[in-house]
């Protein structure tokens, strides 16, 4: 896998685009609501399925974050086919290791005219479109302690790459490893079900690690938010990636018109 530092840069981007797939890889990524925030969200679009997953979290930030996500997701993909976002519609790839019908999510029909990939944590959502497989992932950058415990379970070449930096920036740096690791398990479709010491997806090409090839992967660098997460996305695509930042608003509910006043008669003028 080729590696590279955070080199794809967010930039304020169509809250529409013309086409996910037309003009290489493209990234959207757009802000969750903060607790305490209650948007108006637009969830006409969404499925039985989405509603039902929706309206069985507990907490209303877990639920506004699913709903901005999935939304969004709709949104974009709806641009990209042409239709309505509520007409499209998702099947599942067969698992690479069994087979089964709990592959990487996708759009339906033996060749999609694109595929995607969707993430989203605690403030952020990211949202990915290419000609080919691709995975996304977005984390929030943990606490220090917190992640010992995990750091074990990774590949022997990235828990040296972590064991070699300051307790400082540690946490930091195994969240940009996390997020190149979930990527590529996503984009290859396997998930969290593949050992995760299997495959080396640190930063640093390694003479006694071998990255898996076919895959390009890069770490974003996500603009104002760089200090509190961290991103990857994982291609077959070696073109670099476009990362745009949607509006916080991109999934709200339109706002209803206000009624047109009408003058009451005689308070005009007559031609």
């Given at each position: 896998?080729?590696?590279a530092?955070?080199?794809?840069?967010?930039?304020?981007g169509?809250?529409?685009p013309?086409?996910?797939?037309?003009?290489?890889?493209?990234?959207?990524?757009?802000?969750?609501p903060?607790?305490?925030?209650?948007?108006?969200?637009?969830?006409s679009?969404l499925?039985?399925?989405?509603?039902?997953?929706?309206?069985?979290?507990?907490?209303?930030?877990?639920?506004?974050?699913?709903?901005?996500?999935?939304?969004?997701?709709r949104?974009?993909?709806g641009?990209?086919l042409?239709?309505?976002?509520?007409?499209?519609?998702f099947?599942?790839?067969?698992?690479?290791?069994?087979?089964?019908?709990?592959?990487?999510?996708?759009?339906?029909?033996?060749?999609?005219?694109?595929?995607?990939?969707?993430?989203?944590?605690?403030?952020?959502?990211?949202?990915?479109?290419?000609?080919?497989?691709?995975?996304?992932?977005?984390?929030?950058?943990?606490?220090?302690?917190?992640?010992?415990?995990?750091?074990?379970?990774?590949?022997?070449?990235?828990?040296a790459?972590?064991?070699?930096?300051?307790?400082?920036?540690?946490?930091?740096?195994?969240?940009?490893?996390?997020?190149?690791?979930?990527?590529?398990?996503?984009?290859?479709g396997v998930?969290?079900?593949?050992?995760?010491?299997?495959?080396?997806?640190?930063?640093?090409?390694r003479?006694?690690?071998?990255?898996?090839?076919?895959?390009?992967?890069?770490?974003?660098?996500?603009?104002?938010?760089?200090?509190?997460?961290a991103?990857?996305?994982?291609?077959?695509?070696?073109?670099?990636?476009?990362?745009?930042?949607?509006?916080?608003?991109?999934?709200?509910?339109?706002?209803?018109?206000?009624?047109?006043?009408?003058?009451p008669?005689?308070?005009?003028?007559?031609?």
């Open positions: 896998m080729t590696a530092p955070p080199d794809t840069a967010v930039e304020h169509e809250p529409a013309p086409g996910p797939w037309s003009g290489g890889p493209s990234l959207w990524l757009l802000r969750a903060a607790p305490g925030e209650r948007p108006v969200l637009d969830a679009c499925d039985t399925d989405e509603r039902a997953r929706a309206a069985a979290f507990v907490r209303d930030q877990d639920r506004a974050l699913y709903l901005t996500a999935h939304i969004a997701l949104r974009l993909l641009a990209g042409g239709i309505a976002p509520g007409g499209v519609r099947t599942r790839e067969p698992c690479p290791e069994c087979d089964g019908p709990h592959g990487r999510p996708a759009l339906p029909g033996p060749r999609p005219p694109f595929h995607f990939s969707l993430s989203h944590c605690e403030g952020l959502v990211l949202i990915g479109t290419a000609a080919g497989p691709l995975g996304v992932d977005v984390e929030r950058v943990p606490d220090p302690g917190s992640v010992d415990g995990i750091v074990k379970e990774l590949h022997p070449g990235e828990r790459d972590l064991a070699a930096l300051p307790d400082a920036s540690r946490a930091e740096a195994f969240c940009r490893v996390w997020s190149r690791k979930e990527a590529y398990l996503k984009g290859v998930g969290l079900a593949r050992a995760l010491d299997a495959d080396y997806v640190g930063e640093r090409p003479h006694d690690a071998v990255h898996p090839s076919g895959w390009h992967l890069r770490s974003l660098d996500l603009g104002p938010h760089r200090a509190t997460h991103a990857a996305a994982a291609l077959r695509e070696a073109a670099p990636p476009v990362l745009r930042l949607l509006p916080d608003t991109y999934a709200h509910a339109p706002r209803p018109h206000a009624p047109r006043q009408v003058p008669p005689g308070s005009g003028r007559t031609h």
